[in-house]
């Protein structure tokens, strides 16, 4: 399993942030830095904290994630039970199930979410 910072740039890789210059490195705390370009051409210096944060998952992520089920679709009926088949398995997996995440902070409904969307690259990958 991917560490969440490896998490965090794998998802921003997969959501189309890129490095824009060489100047790509860790700080203090092994956190990348560079210029990175979001899908939007907007310039970060560090990526979102996808792993923490649902507000930078549905910004950057969502998108992408629907992107996703429109190629694997061939009907709008197919994208919307694809996308409600992730939802519901992703809310009842691991936001509601009290047995696996009881007293939990909310980042773990952001870091169950990042996980669900690896889940979906790493299976595209192996399949190719």
Not at 27 to 55: C, K, M, Q, R, V
Not at 78 to 86: P, V
Not at 95 to 101: A, E, L, N, R
Request: aromatic content about 14%; hydrophobic content about 40%.
């Amino acid at each position: 399993m991917t560490t969440e910072q490896g998490l965090n740039e794998k998802l921003a890789k997969w959501a189309g942030f890129k490095v824009s210059t060489y100047t790509y490195h860790l700080d203090d705390e092994g956190i990348p830095l560079g210029i990175w370009l979001a899908p939007d051409n907007s310039a970060h210096i560090y990526l979102p904290d996808f792993t923490h944060s649902l507000d930078a998952c549905f910004k950057w992520l969502f998108k992408p994630l629907c992107d996703y089920f429109v190629s694997k679709s061939t009907s709008y009926e197919e994208y919307q039970s694809l996308m409600a088949n992730f939802l519901t398995n992703w809310v009842k997996d691991f936001v509601f199930d009290q047995t696996k995440h009881s007293g939990t902070e909310p980042s773990m409904e952001a870091t169950a979410f990042c996980r669900a969307i690896e889940q979906l690259i790493d299976r595209e990958a192996m399949s190719h």
